[in-house]
């Protein structure tokens, strides 16, 4: 018996993980990508004899990636070796003034005592409240479909919402248990990237800061793309193949299914296509007007997470004070968050993340040398030009030298900007974003753009802008969910 063709337009981790599923589950998988390189926004590239992850940076919840490789009798370790990073990570308020956040649970309960009386054994309640969320949230509700309400009509399941502090923000939720502001700070900040303040994120995200605090912050050894290469070498082994340089342009249909994608290579034909591209192009750019899922004002109208202006420096000297991961928050982020969440512009002043990965890792800069990764958020849909990078990597770069205390500028070999015009050339992103959808309560589960097309029966849809959601593990799960979804009604 023949095999049911299965196109997978890119080749990100939502892309890879479907393909790899629906190669488990019998079919004859092709996957599509654009660019001249494989891994969507986790790419690397290398310069200058610097190595450099494009995009995710934080490997958190080593559970979701264990539990994929599993799936298919394989280990993580097969792949690549992880590493716990101890402290987690730093937040630097100022010269002289920083927390390095400890791995170890009691010196972690310690370090909130010392800031707040107490806050030790909140902190405690606090996880083992979130780890009810986590277990709840990431071992069931994310491997919902999202395509009917009557996924959640058990008894049960619907304590469990309810339980979840769904309906809650995260900021009151964190306020009950805490008072002093840099505490506040640091158990909101999980949810910076998920699209909202903390005022209009639901509480159910206090299962970030049981991912964060209780599973750790690790490293794959030799960078995040190593993920990537892990699920090319399991894609390759199933079958899979993977063709680079073939950008789809338009899907074509013949009356309710798609039959083939037209790409820059050629026509390819299909029995089924998951498209792990930015949802909105594909919707708005590859399928005809009347198949669309949805209009321009539906789309409009969504709340998109935070584009990211990005840079990717060499540095011929070694850091001092950084730690493979730096958050500076030695400015007010009230005045930013509105400037990415309400009042969209650039930021006067704005929080920034460093990762400077040779601290940990000694293949990615060559010996003496430092490789660091800077990462300011920012709204979706800005304007942006040299002129803007220029004047944010001053700004930047400045407030490091303070911290650090010596000269940064004159020490750089190597330097790249990334930001919303390369995410819309290198990804057709929608208005420029990094991460997707925003997780607001009103684009939660059933309330996201579908995974499977409305008028297109053969057509669904994986990645950050359907279910789960935004991030590395919620990818990972969307293509299960997806590949579960297309057996049941393709096989």
Same mark, same amino acid.
């Given at each position: 018996?023949?095999?049911?063709?299965?196109?997978?337009?890119? $080749?990100?981790?939502?892309?890879?993980?479907?393909?790899?599923?629906?190669?488990?589950?019998?079919?004859?998988?092709?996957?599509?990508?654009? +660019?001249?390189?494989?891994?969507?926004?986790?790419?690397?590239?290398?310069?200058?004899?610097?190595?450099?992850?494009?995009?995710?940076?934080?490997?958190?919840?080593?559970?979701?990636?264990?539990?994929?490789?599993?799936?298919?009798?394989?280990?993580? $370790?097969?792949?690549?070796?992880?590493?716990?990073?101890?402290?987690?990570?730093?937040?630097?308020?100022?010269?002289?003034?920083?927390?390095?956040?400890?791995?170890?649970?009691?010196?972690? %309960?310690?370090?909130?005592?010392?800031?707040?009386?107490?806050?030790?054994?909140?902190?405690?309640?606090?996880?083992?409240?979130? $780890?009810?969320?986590? %277990?709840?949230?990431?071992?069931?509700?994310?491997?919902?479909?999202?395509?009917?309400?009557?996924?959640?009509?058990?008894?049960?399941?619907?304590?469990?919402?309810?339980?979840?502090?769904?309906?809650?923000?995260?900021?009151?939720?964190?306020?009950?248990?805490?008072?002093?502001?840099?505490?506040?700070?640091? @158990?909101?900040?999980?949810?910076?990237?998920?699209?909202?303040?903390?005022?209009? &994120?639901?509480?159910?995200?206090?299962?970030?800061?049981?991912?964060? @605090?209780?599973?750790?912050?690790?490293?794959?050894?030799?960078?995040?793309?190593?993920?990537?290469?892990?699920?090319?070498?399991?894609?390759?082994?199933?079958?899979?193949?993977?063709?680079? =340089?073939?950008?789809? &342009?338009?899907? +074509?249909?013949? $009356?309710?299914?798609?039959?083939?994608? &037209?790409?820059?290579?050629?026509?390819?034909?299909? =029995?089924?296509?998951?498209?792990?591209?930015?949802?909105?192009?594909?919707?708005?750019?590859?399928?005809?007007?009347?198949?669309?899922?949805?209009?321009?004002?539906?789309?409009?109208?969504?709340? @998109?997470?935070?584009?990211?202006?990005?840079?990717?420096?060499?540095?011929?000297?070694?850091?001092?004070?950084?730690?493979?991961?730096?958050?500076?928050?030695?400015?007010?982020?009230?005045?930013?968050?509105?400037?990415?969440?309400?009042?969209?512009?650039?930021?006067?002043?704005?929080?920034?993340?460093?990762?400077?990965?040779?601290?940990?890792? =000694?293949?990615?800069?060559?010996?003496?040398?430092?490789?660091?990764?800077?990462?300011?958020?920012?709204?979706?849909?800005?304007?942006?030009?040299?002129?803007?990078?220029?004047?944010?990597?001053?700004?930047?770069?400045?407030?490091?030298?303070?911290?650090?205390?010596?000269?940064?500028?004159?020490?750089?070999?190597?330097?790249?900007?990334?930001?919303?015009?390369?995410?819309?050339?290198?990804? +057709?992103?929608?208005?420029? +974003?990094?991460?997707?959808?925003?997780?607001?309560?009103?684009?939660?589960?059933?309330?996201?753009?579908?995974?499977?097309?409305?008028?297109?029966?053969?057509?669904?849809?994986?990645?950050?802008?359907?279910?789960?959601?935004?991030?590395?593990?919620?990818?990972?799960?969307?293509?299960?969910?997806?590949?579960?979804?297309?057996?049941?009604?393709?096989?």
């Amino acid at each position: 018996m023949n095999k049911k063709k299965a196109l997978v337009i890119g $080749s990100g981790f939502a892309g890879f993980s479907a393909a790899i599923n629906l190669a488990d589950k019998n079919f004859d998988v092709t996957i599509l990508e654009k +660019n001249t390189t494989i891994g969507g926004r986790a790419r690397k590239f290398s310069a200058s004899g610097f190595t450099f992850d494009m995009g995710p940076s934080w490997y958190w919840m080593p559970d979701v990636f264990e539990s994929f490789f599993n799936r298919f009798g394989k280990k993580v $370790s097969d792949y690549y070796e992880l590493e716990r990073l101890d402290p987690s990570y730093q937040v630097v308020y100022g010269p002289g003034d920083e927390m390095p956040i400890p791995a170890d649970m009691g010196e972690l %309960e310690a370090l909130f005592d010392s800031i707040e009386p107490g806050a030790g054994l909140k902190l405690r309640a606090f996880l083992e409240q979130a $780890s009810y969320k986590y %277990e709840v949230g990431i071992n069931q509700l994310v491997y919902k479909p999202g395509r009917s309400l009557t996924e959640f009509a058990s008894l049960k399941l619907l304590i469990d919402v309810i339980r979840m502090d769904v309906f809650k923000s995260i900021s009151n939720h964190v306020r009950q248990y805490f008072k002093n502001p840099r505490i506040i700070q640091l @158990m909101e900040f999980p949810v910076l990237f998920l699209g909202a303040l903390a005022e209009k &994120t639901p509480a159910l995200y206090s299962l970030m800061n049981y991912a964060d @605090m209780s599973l750790g912050t690790w490293y794959p050894k030799g960078g995040m793309f190593k993920i990537v290469e892990a699920m090319e070498s399991l894609a390759k082994e199933m079958g899979v193949e993977i063709l680079t =340089d073939h950008a789809v &342009t338009s899907i +074509n249909h013949h $009356s309710n299914q798609v039959k083939s994608v &037209t790409t820059t290579q050629g026509e390819i034909p299909c =029995d089924v296509l998951v498209a792990g591209a930015d949802y909105h192009h594909v919707d708005t750019k590859l399928v005809a007007p009347e198949k669309r899922n949805y209009s321009d004002s539906y789309w409009d109208k969504r709340v @998109m997470a935070p584009s990211s202006l990005l840079y990717y420096v060499g540095l011929d000297r070694k850091l001092d004070k950084c730690l493979h991961h730096n958050l500076f928050f030695d400015t007010d982020f009230g005045p930013h968050a509105k400037d990415i969440y309400e009042n969209p512009k650039w930021p006067e002043n704005p929080l920034f993340y460093a990762s400077v990965t040779s601290k940990t890792d =000694d293949t990615v800069a060559p010996e003496g040398h430092e490789n660091l990764f800077l990462l300011i958020p920012v709204a979706p849909g800005l304007e942006e030009d040299e002129s803007i990078r220029d004047k944010y990597f001053d700004i930047i770069i400045k407030r490091m030298e303070d911290y650090v205390g010596h000269d940064i500028k004159s020490h750089i070999v190597y330097k790249r900007s990334f930001a919303h015009r390369n995410f819309v050339s290198d990804y +057709n992103s929608f208005k420029g +974003n990094a991460y997707g959808l925003a997780n607001t309560l009103k684009q939660t589960a059933i309330l996201k753009p579908a995974l499977k097309s409305k008028k297109l029966k053969n057509l669904y849809h994986t990645g950050q802008l359907t279910v789960p959601g935004p991030g590395v593990p919620p990818s990972l799960i969307s293509g299960i969910v997806v590949a579960d979804e297309v057996q049941k009604e393709m096989a």
